[in-house]
C-alpha cells in the first residue's frame, strides 16, 4: 500500500507506546466475537492485547460464551483496577446452554457443521420467533425488575465487581417491557453507586413508547452503526457506543469495490492506498465509525490480532480524503 502506513505482523507491544496518544474512551473492545476462538488462552491473548494497545473499556454480557464471558473477563480483569465493564441483563442461558458453554472442548469440535451454534456462543442477536436452538440454549426475555435485580447481583459476584460501569439493557426493542418500574430501579441502582449508568443495549431503530422512554432517560445507549447501513439508533452523543462497523459491512463494501473498477479506481487514487487489500477498507470502516461517533465509544469485537492493531491505529490516522471516499461507497448503496 504505498504512502500508506505498513500494517505488522509482528507482536503486540510494537505498538502499545500508541496508545498514550489515542484519545481517551474512543475505542473499547467488545467481548462476542472472542467465543469463535477455541480456548480460553487464545482468547486471554486477545484481551491482553487490547489492554497492551489502550484499550481500557470492556463490554460483555451473560450470554457470551453460553454463560462463561462474565468469568473470564474478572480473571482477566483481577489486577486491573484502571478499566471500565459494560454487561446486560434481560437475556440469559438456560441450564443446557450453560452446560454447553462450560464443556467448550467437546462442544466446539461440531462447530463447524452447525454454524447457527456457533453464533449462539459468540450470543448473536435472537430473532423474534426464536427456533429450536434458542429455545435449547435461552431462557425466555425478561426485562422485569426482579430480572434486572438478579442478573445484576449475578454479574456483580461473577465479574468480582463492587459496582458496574454500564449496566445495559439487551436487545429490549420489539419485547415487552415495564419501563416505567425498571427505569425506577435502575436509576436507584445509579445513585446507591451499584452501577454508573444504564440504557439499552442493541437494535434501537425500531422504537415504541416504552423503549422511547428508556432511551430519554437512559444515561448511556450502544447500538450498531456502520458504512452501509449506518446508525440502528439516535445519533451519537458523548454517552453513545457503537458497534458492529466491520462484520456485515466489510464484505458488502469488498464485493461492490470488486464489482465496479471504476470505483475500486477511484478510492485507491483518493486513499493513496489499495482497496483491494482487506487491511485498507477495515481501517476505512474503522474511520468512518469513530467519525460518527466523535465523543463515544466505539467497540472493536475481533479474533485477529492483526484486526486489533489496525483498528487501534486507525482511531488516530485518518486516511487521505476518507470522508469522500467513504461517501462514494454510500452512494454505491444508495445512501
Same mark, same amino acid.
Given at each position: 500500500?504505498?504512502?500508506?502506513?505498513?500494517?505488522?505482523?509482528?507482536?503486540?507491544?510494537?505498538?502499545?507506546?500508541?496508545?498514550?496518544?489515542?484519545?481517551?474512551?474512543?475505542?473499547?473492545?467488545?467481548?462476542?466475537?472472542?467465543?469463535?476462538?477455541?480456548?480460553? =488462552?487464545?482468547?486471554?491473548?486477545?484481551?491482553?492485547?487490547?489492554?497492551?494497545?489502550?484499550?481500557?473499556?470492556?463490554?460483555?454480557?451473560?450470554?457470551?460464551?453460553?454463560?462463561?464471558?462474565?468469568?473470564?473477563?474478572?480473571?482477566?480483569?483481577?489486577?486491573?483496577?484502571?478499566?471500565?465493564?459494560?454487561?446486560?441483563?434481560?437475556?440469559?442461558?438456560?441450564?443446557?446452554?450453560?452446560?454447553?458453554?462450560?464443556?467448550?472442548?467437546?462442544?466446539?469440535?461440531?462447530?463447524?457443521?452447525?454454524?447457527?451454534?456457533?453464533?449462539?456462543?459468540?450470543?448473536?442477536?435472537?430473532?423474534?420467533?426464536?427456533?429450536?436452538?434458542?429455545?435449547?440454549?435461552?431462557?425466555?426475555?425478561?426485562?422485569?425488575?426482579?430480572? &434486572?435485580?438478579?442478573?445484576?447481583?449475578?454479574?456483580?459476584?461473577?465479574?468480582?465487581?463492587?459496582?458496574?460501569?454500564?449496566?445495559?439493557?439487551?436487545?429490549?426493542?420489539?419485547?415487552?417491557?415495564?419501563?416505567?418500574?425498571?427505569?425506577?430501579?435502575?436509576?436507584?441502582?445509579?445513585?446507591?453507586?451499584?452501577?454508573?449508568?444504564?440504557?439499552? &443495549?442493541?437494535?434501537?431503530?425500531?422504537?415504541?413508547?416504552?423503549?422511547?422512554?428508556?432511551?430519554?432517560?437512559?444515561?448511556?445507549? =450502544?447500538?450498531?452503526?456502520?458504512?452501509? =447501513?449506518?446508525?440502528?439508533?439516535?445519533?451519537?452523543?458523548?454517552?453513545?457506543?457503537?458497534?458492529?462497523?466491520?462484520?456485515?459491512?466489510?464484505?458488502?463494501?469488498? =464485493?461492490?469495490?470488486?464489482?465496479?473498477?471504476?470505483?475500486?479506481?477511484?478510492?485507491?487514487?483518493?486513499?493513496?492506498?489499495?482497496?483491494?487489500?482487506? $487491511?485498507?477498507?477495515?481501517?476505512?470502516?474503522?474511520?468512518?465509525?469513530?467519525?460518527?461517533?466523535?465523543?463515544?465509544?466505539?467497540?472493536?469485537?475481533?479474533?485477529?490480532?492483526?484486526?486489533?492493531?489496525?483498528?487501534? $491505529?486507525?482511531?488516530?490516522?485518518?486516511?487521505?480524503?476518507?470522508?469522500?471516499?467513504?461517501?462514494?461507497?454510500?452512494?454505491?448503496?444508495?445512501?
Amino acid at each position: 500500500m504505498d504512502g500508506h502506513p505498513e500494517i505488522s505482523d509482528d507482536a503486540v507491544r510494537e505498538f502499545a507506546h500508541e496508545a498514550a496518544s489515542a484519545p481517551a474512551g474512543t475505542l473499547g473492545f467488545g467481548c462476542a466475537s472472542l467465543y469463535a476462538l477455541p480456548s480460553a =488462552q487464545h482468547r486471554r491473548t486477545m484481551l491482553e492485547a487490547a489492554y497492551e494497545l489502550g484499550i481500557r473499556h470492556f463490554d460483555v454480557a451473560p450470554t457470551y460464551g453460553l454463560g462463561i464471558a462474565e468469568k473470564e473477563l474478572a480473571d482477566f480483569l483481577h489486577h486491573r483496577p484502571d478499566v471500565t465493564v459494560a454487561t446486560k441483563f434481560g437475556l440469559r442461558p438456560s441450564i443446557l446452554g450453560r452446560i454447553a458453554g462450560a464443556t467448550q472442548h467437546p462442544v466446539r469440535q461440531g462447530l463447524s457443521r452447525l454454524p447457527a451454534l456457533q453464533a449462539r456462543m459468540r450470543g448473536a442477536a435472537r430473532r423474534q420467533d426464536p427456533g429450536v436452538l434458542d429455545r435449547i440454549l435461552y431462557t425466555e426475555r425478561d426485562y422485569s425488575v426482579a430480572a &434486572a435485580r438478579r442478573s445484576l447481583l449475578d454479574s456483580l459476584r461473577v465479574l468480582r465487581r463492587d459496582h458496574i460501569d454500564h449496566f445495559l439493557i439487551h436487545e429490549p426493542a420489539g419485547y415487552p417491557i415495564t419501563h416505567l418500574e425498571v427505569v425506577e430501579y435502575l436509576e436507584q441502582c445509579r445513585r446507591d453507586g451499584l452501577i454508573g449508568s444504564w440504557g439499552p &443495549a442493541g437494535d434501537l431503530s425500531r422504537m415504541n413508547p416504552a423503549l422511547a422512554y428508556i432511551c430519554d432517560h437512559a444515561g448511556v445507549q =450502544q447500538f450498531p452503526y456502520d458504512l452501509v =447501513q449506518g446508525a440502528a439508533g439516535r445519533p451519537a452523543a458523548p454517552h453513545t457506543v457503537t458497534y458492529g462497523f466491520i462484520s456485515a459491512a466489510l464484505p458488502r463494501v469488498e =464485493q461492490a469495490l470488486a464489482n465496479s473498477p471504476a470505483l475500486s479506481r477511484h478510492c485507491t487514487e483518493l486513499l493513496d492506498a489499495d482497496v483491494t487489500d482487506r $487491511r485498507t477498507v477495515i481501517w476505512l470502516l474503522a474511520r468512518d465509525a469513530f467519525r460518527n461517533n466523535p465523543f463515544g465509544t466505539v467497540l472493536a469485537s475481533t479474533t485477529k490480532l492483526g484486526h486489533l492493531r489496525l483498528i487501534h $491505529r486507525a482511531a488516530t490516522t485518518p486516511l487521505p480524503n476518507e470522508t469522500e471516499v467513504a461517501r462514494a461507497i454510500r452512494k454505491e448503496f444508495g445512501e
